[in-house]
Structure formats: C-alpha cells, structure tokens
C-alpha cells in the first residue's frame, strides 16, 4: 500500500538553530512531493514542492526541502529557526499514477525561544 | 478576496441529527474537495469535484453526501450524524484536477455529542 510516513510526532528546536521535519514515502513511480503548514486555528498553507529536477527546492518563509529518491526521502529543512516557524507540518505525495494526495500524519515543530 | 470561505466555524450536533457545511470559493478554480482531519491521522479525502458538474468518492465517504452547486460552492452533508464523525473538516480547492497546489479554508470543527 501507498504511504507517507512522518516519524516525528514533535520536534523541538531552538531560535537560531537548524531545523529538519522528516518525510519519507512509499509511492511507486515518479511521485509529485509537498510540504504545507498549518497554523493553529487556521487551514492548511502550502509551503513548496518537488516535481523534478534539481532536488533542492526552495519554499516561502525561508524553507527548503531535499528530494532523495534512493532513500525515498523529502525532508523539510531552515538554516535558522524562528518561533514563529512554531506549527503543524504536513508531507503529502502524489502518485503519478492518480491525482490523489496521500498525507502523512503531521510534524508538530516547537521553536523555542 | 476571502479566497476559500467555510460555514459555520464551530457546530455541535447530537446523533442523529443532519447538518450541511458550506464552502465557497472566489478564485475560479475547477476543483474542490473536503477532507477531515483527525489528530495522528493527517488528512483524508472524503469526497471530490474535479470540476463543476461531477463528484466523486474518497477514502472515507461513508456517511456523507456532497454538492457541487455552482462553480463556486460545494457542500458536504451528514445526514444522520455519528460520534464518529467529530472531526476537524476543511474545504480545498485546486485550479485543476492536477492537484499541484492546494488552497485550504480555515475549517469547521465538528462535535457529535
């Protein structure tokens, strides 16, 4: 079966720091990749994504991404946190043999001050 | 330009009883969705409109109707509502069936009591 695994239910970080929110998925094909974030009490924001070439994106706010794909892997990543970066994550994948995205369960990020 | 708007924001319903969600949408775009989130689970997809005129099935439509009204407006129905079904419920939207880049309402949070 298709999936989309986020292993971290939290992640805490501090304000300055590198952080990395963790996606990997197992989705046969060429799969489109996304990253949104969801600020309490508020709907879904798309973030970036990957559909091909170089396997670094670039994405609002600051955020990139690194599409492995001997890994299976499309980690989310900020040189420098900030709180405000403090939300819900989400990874989706869509297979290229639908257009139905499969989510993974969320990443909740803590930037600490 | 409220982008996509959800009605109401907050609904409690004891079982049994029916109520409609609303979504519209002021950026012409031709597909809509309503998925349901609940807490460790991410999103799930309920039921879809790819575009005006059709409607299709998701991952967990059981239980639930749907409208495609209008370009603008697709609403979800519970008919006879379950405990099961207190969910977080959010409305998207899509410029096509592509599916590259979703656009979320800010969600209706649901209590089947």
């Known amino acids: 079966a298709q999936s989309v695994a986020q292993p971290e239910d939290q992640v805490n970080v501090a304000e300055g720091n590198p952080l990395t929110v963790k996606c990997t998925y197992s989705?046969?094909?060429?799969?489109?990749l996304f990253w949104y974030v969801q600020y309490p009490n508020r709907g879904l924001q798309f973030l970036l994504k990957y559909i091909t070439g170089d396997n670094l994106v670039k994405g609002s706010y600051g955020f990139e991404a690194e599409f492995n794909k001997s890994q299976t892997s499309f980690h989310l990543k900020k040189p420098s946190a900030l709180v405000s970066d403090s939300a819900l994550y989400f990874c989706a994948v869509r297979p290229d043999s639908n257009y139905q995205l499969i989510w993974g369960a969320g990443t909740k990020l803590i930037i600490k001050p | 330009n409220a982008g996509v708007t959800q009605t109401p924001k907050f609904q409690v319903l004891k079982t049994g009883q029916s109520m409609t969600l609303q979504c519209a949408q002021d950026?012409?775009?031709?597909?809509m969705y309503w998925y349901r989130q609940d807490p460790g689970m991410g999103l799930r997809l309920i039921y879809y409109s790819a575009s005006e005129g059709t409607t299709d099935k998701g991952e967990v439509p059981n239980g639930y109707n749907v409208s495609r009204l209008n370009k603008r407006e697709f609403s979800l129905r519970l008919e006879s509502a379950a405990p099961s079904q207190t969910s977080v419920y959010f409305c998207?939207?899509?410029?096509?069936?592509?599916?590259?880049?979703?656009?979320f309402g800010s969600g209706t949070q649901l209590s089947v009591l």
């Open positions: 950026m012409n775009h031709n597909s």
């Open positions: 989705v046969s094909g060429n799969p489109y």
């Open positions: 998207a939207i899509t410029r096509d069936s592509t599916n590259e880049k979703l656009f």
